[in-house]
């Protein structure tokens, strides 16, 4: 339909290497709702017969509800959804739907459209998730585990402590792509082919009509422009090595070797030939997805990256990586949020397994500085007692009285105040001395439980008031769409 300046069609292997109909499916609703604002912009500023907007209206309104021909021969939605209107509503006046507008701006409203309802979806599902792991986090304010670095034990925590610092993460995410809907909200609507048109449109009217905060002024940058592209996948990429990192814990914590947790039978996968085996596959695949989408971001960049200014054919390729990154990211937030809920915590294995590993010594250390001596002093002393406690492999706090002398052998510690501290000294008893802000001690935990979901609260009051922005206009415009059609 948009050949007229050549000669001759498209050959089928061509087509079917230029089109992009199979991908566009997607945004095909945008194409159609986008088409009744324009039109409807045409009809209010006089450029189309009421009669004119009245037969398009009509015929969008019908395509809402019908399946598309993929094999229609068609190049992209767009021609498809325009050859499909001026077959109902004849070219007289289905052939004025597109005044003033390209596929370069049209393409780049839908994306928008798409992009801006997907990251309200990842937002909630984010909020979701975030409260699931405040939830449990909630129930477990007093099971105790080692927290590590370097993969080895390094202090004494809490379980609801690590899972507030992941929900403190996904709130990060969520604080990122909330941000990114500001820039992704923009109208580009009206900018044409690349240098806007003659004809006397209202941009700012259908931007309006359409829940958009604005518009994109410059016609260059509205039409080719796709950084927006690039910064919601870079947020989600990152979104989801974040849920990578939580997926890797708890395939290591699964393991019959570490046995802190056991993940419910539906999100796990059972052996083809081991029957006693019980695999984290789900957990497995979102790691591999995560590498997927960060292909997903390198596709897209390398893409823009070799662009000129203005629109080039090589953009229709970075919408599957759009329309992927979607998918697999609130799949996977909804997936762990029930693996989440789901969630076996073997409290006595993780008690067990800090309190056999020497975990106090830093507390020891700390409780030497306040009596006055120096910490490179302590954490010496503390150092040897580990030695020695590895030695005679028994931990600290069965440490005789001579093998206390021989940690503080060289300096002027007495070592019946060691002796003291150690007798005094347990897990429990960390647990409840640390109170460093945002510490793992027992204090901290309640008031960060109730801080997040403060914020999880204030964040969906929030995203919700935008989602109603956008439906409000939306269904206004529908309204106004009735009101031409009686």
């Known amino acids: ?15 079917d290497y230029v089109s992009s109909i199979n991908d566009d ?45 993929t094999s229609s021969g068609s190049e992209d939605i767009h021609e498809l959804i325009e050859s499909l209107v001026i077959k109902k509503a004849g070219m007289t006046s289905g052939g004025k739907m597109h005044t003033a507008r ?27 998730t975030v409260e699931a792991l405040v939830s449990i986090a909630k129930n477990h304010q007093k099971t105790i585990m080692p927290l590590y670095t370097h993969l080895q034990q390094a202090q004494a925590g809490l379980f609801s402590h690590y899972l507030l610092a992941h929900a403190d993460v996904l709130l990060r995410d969520f604080e990122r792509l909330y941000g990114t809907f500001e820039r992704v909200n ?22 309006k009509m359409l829940g958009f ?14 950084d927006f592209v690039a910064e919601y996948v870079a947020m989600v990429s990152i979104l989801m090595t974040n849920l990578s990192k939580i997926s890797e814990d708890f395939v290591i914590w699964s393991t019959s070797e570490f046995s802190f947790i056991e993940l419910a039978d539906e999100f796990t996968s059972p052996s083809s030939v081991m029957p006693q085996k019980k695999n984290p596959d789900i957990l497995e695949l979102t790691r591999g ?49 029930s693996i989440l809920l789901t969630l076996k915590v073997n409290e006595k294995q993780m008690k067990k397994v800090t309190e056999s590993s020497n975990l106090i010594a830093l507390d020891i250390a700390e409780k030497l ?37 021989k940690s503080v052998s060289g300096t002027k510690v007495d070592p019946k105040i060691v002796s003291k501290i150690i007798s005094s000294t347990s ?37 919700t008031k935008r989602e109603n922005k956008i439906n409000s206009s939306i269904e206004a415009l529908t309204k106004q769409i009735d009101e031409i059609m009686k």
């Open 1 to 15: 339909m948009y050949r007229s300046r050549l000669g001759t069609d498209l050959s089928d292997i061509t087509l």
């Open 427 to 463: 897990v429990v008893s960390s647990l409840k001395d640390r109170k460093s802000l945002g510490s793992s001690g027992y204090d901290e935990q309640k008031r960060m439980i109730t801080d997040r979901i403060q914020k999880i609260n204030e964040y969906r009051t929030n995203v």
């Open 289 to 337: 997805k995560t590498s997927e989408i960060i292909g997903n971001l390198t596709a897209i960049l390398t893409t823009i990256k070799g662009l000129a200014s203005g629109y080039g054919r090589d953009l229709q390729q970075i919408k599957s990586s759009i329309w992927n990154t979607s998918k697999i990211s609130i799949s996977a937030l909804l997936i762990l949020k």
């Open 213 to 226: 905060d604005g518009v994109l002024e410059n016609s260059i940058d509205a039409t080719s422009t796709r």
């Open 369 to 405: 500085v306040q009596e006055g001596i120096p910490f490179r002093i302590t954490h010496k002393i503390s150092g040897i007692l580990v030695q020695l406690a590895y030695q005679s492999k028994k931990p600290i706090s069965k440490l005789t009285l001579e093998q206390i002398k």
């Open 186 to 207: 923009q109208s580009p609507l009206g900018a044409g082919p690349v240098g806007g048109t003659s004809i006397p449109i209202d941009r700012i009217s259908t931007a």
């Open 102 to 128: 390209s596929r370069n701006d049209q393409v780049a409203l839908d994306i928008r459209m798409k992009i801006r309802d997907d990251v309200n979806i990842i937002c909630n599902c984010l909020l979701d």
């Open 25 to 69: 499916s997607e945004i095909a609703y945008y194409d159609i709702i986008g088409s009744q604002a324009h039109t409807l912009m045409l009809y209010q500023n006089n450029i189309i017969t009421r009669n004119d907007a009245k037969k398009i209206l009509s015929a969008l309104d019908i395509l809402k509800n019908e399946k598309f021909d």
